[in-house]
């Protein structure tokens, strides 16, 4: 079974400073992809990053890279420079690779809310 | 290319009563997962269709139920609504579902509120 599992239930970060926001997971599936999502409070899930669990470099997109540990199941997001446009709910999600198909399962999300 | 289409944006039903719900992926998409998110809860996998056929599936009452079209366009039921279904019921389709790199894509979600 999968299970992604957000400690921070909400997170306050200044205008253009860093934030981390954590992710750890549990499988044991061989082979996994790592996402991260953003959700406005229009309620639509963005698409920000994806890393895999056979990479060797974590992956960067713009702003966002992700901090992955392999040996420690983690995979958390890093946002660099926040703006008050970050403001939302992030979720990390996990799609695994085991019994001839898949589902994404998701963790119950961080509340990031940018402070000017 | 359109996104993912759900319909409707908003529901207001009592209890007792039944929902469809429907979403339309993007063309040439063909797994379809629905998702209910509550707060607190993050989102609940309800099940995904490929092909019109269920390949997976949550842990959901049987009054939850689905189906894909051959047209990958999909529907959800929700039968003899009980207050706690009250949620957002999000959809979300990808090319094949069957590789970990897959990413999905949401549509804007279905805000239901049963009375």
């Known amino acids: 079974a999968q299970k992604i599992t957000q400690t921070q239930p909400g997170m306050f970060v200044q205008e253009k400073e860093a934030v981390t926001l954590d992710c750890t997971y549990d499988?044991?599936?061989?082979?996994?992809?790592l996402f991260w999502y953003k959700q406005p409070s229009s309620g639509e899930m963005i698409f920000l990053i994806y890393?895999?669990?056979?990479?060797?470099q974590n992956a960067t997109e713009g702003r966002y890279s992700l901090n992955f540990q392999k040996a420690r199941k983690s995979a958390n997001l890093v946002i660099s420079a926040s703006q008050l446009g970050d403001s939302a709910m992030y979720f990390c999600?996990?799609?695994?690779?085991?019994?001839?198909?898949?589902?994404?399962?998701f963790g119950i999300g961080t509340k990031l809310q940018v402070i000017p | 290319k359109a996104g993912v289409t759900q319909t409707p944006r908003y529901l207001i039903k009592t209890r007792g009563q039944q929902v469809t719900l429907s979403c339309s992926p993007i063309?040439?998409?063909?797994?379809v997962s629905w998702y209910q998110q509550t707060p607190g809860q993050g989102l609940q996998f309800l099940f995904e269709?490929?092909?019109?056929?269920?390949?997976n599936k949550g842990n959901f009452p049987g009054r939850f139920s689905g189906r894909q079209f051959s047209n990958s366009r999909s529907e959800m039921n929700v039968s003899t609504l009980e207050l706690g279904d009250s949620a957002l019921y999000l959809c979300?389709?990808?090319?094949?579902?069957?590789?970990?790199?897959?990413?999905?894509?949401f549509g804007s979600g279905t805000q239901l509120s049963v009375l």
């Open positions: 269709y490929f092909s019109e056929t269920q390949r």
């Open positions: 499988t044991s599936d061989p082979s996994y992809g």
């Open positions: 890393q895999g669990s056979y990479d060797q």
């Open positions: 999600a996990m799609r695994g690779d085991s019994g001839g198909y898949q589902k994404v399962t």
């Open positions: 979300a389709s990808s090319l094949w579902g069957s590789s970990t790199n897959e990413k999905l894509f």
């Open positions: 063309s040439g998409h063909r797994s």
